[in-house]
């Protein structure tokens, strides 16, 4: 990727309507979050509102890539670019964290009508989204290590 864009890319102008922010430190964009965030309201409110199962049922796990390629922001190809030039141990541990929420989301959106079950993989899933947060934010060096036992164990027993 040409270096100007990168550096056009991060300038705080490049953020606007239409244009996700990236972190000038990491290159990633936490508009990714909206995916599962999404997914995991809907979750939420379908017990009370059952209309939300439609949407459920149309949601589909995408990686990072995949998200912004299928958006409408208008620098995309940046946002991509910028993840692929991102470093190597970040990559992969954004793709670890996000495999393995897309998939408890999916358990979750199958068993939509078993709320005990939904609850405890909504449990699981927040906090793998605020460590994913923390990675693309560049907040912390070792996101793991911020999370909470009992929500690790709860993810692994989960999947």
């Given at each position: 990727?040409p270096?100007t864009a990168?550096?056009?890319?991060?300038?705080p102008?490049a953020?606007?309507?239409?244009i996700?922010?990236i972190?000038?430190v990491?290159?990633?964009?936490?508009?990714y979050?909206?995916h599962?965030?999404?997914?995991?309201?809907a979750?939420e409110?379908?017990a009370?509102i059952?209309?939300?199962?439609d949407d459920?049922?149309?949601?589909r796990?995408?990686?990072?890539?995949?998200?912004?390629a299928?958006s409408?922001f208008?620098?995309?190809?940046?946002?991509?670019?910028?993840?692929?030039?991102?470093q190597?141990?970040?990559?992969?541990?954004?793709?670890r964290?996000?495999?393995?929420i897309?998939?408890?989301?999916?358990?979750?959106?199958e068993a939509?009508?078993?709320?005990?079950?939904?609850?405890?993989?909504a449990?699981a899933?927040?906090?793998?989204m605020?460590?994913?947060?923390?990675?693309?934010?560049?907040?912390?060096e070792?996101a793991?290590d911020?999370?909470?036992?009992?929500a690790?164990?709860?993810a692994?027993?989960?999947?």
């Amino acid at each position: 990727m040409p270096q100007t864009a990168a550096a056009t890319a991060l300038r705080p102008e490049a953020s606007g309507a239409g244009i996700p922010n990236i972190n000038p430190v990491t290159g990633l964009s936490t508009d990714y979050l909206n995916h599962f965030t999404e997914a995991l309201m809907a979750l939420e409110m379908a017990a009370d509102i059952p209309e939300c199962l439609d949407d459920l049922k149309a949601w589909r796990p995408k990686s990072y890539a995949d998200h912004f390629a299928q958006s409408r922001f208008t620098n995309r190809g940046v946002v991509i670019d910028l993840y692929r030039v991102a470093q190597p141990a970040l990559r992969r541990e954004v793709d670890r964290l996000s495999e393995t929420i897309n998939g408890l989301l999916i358990e979750a959106i199958e068993a939509a009508t078993d709320n005990a079950a939904v609850a405890r993989r909504a449990a699981a899933v927040r906090p793998l989204m605020a460590e994913l947060a923390d990675l693309i934010n560049g907040t912390t060096e070792k996101a793991a290590d911020r999370r909470s036992s009992q929500a690790a164990i709860d993810a692994m027993f989960l999947r």
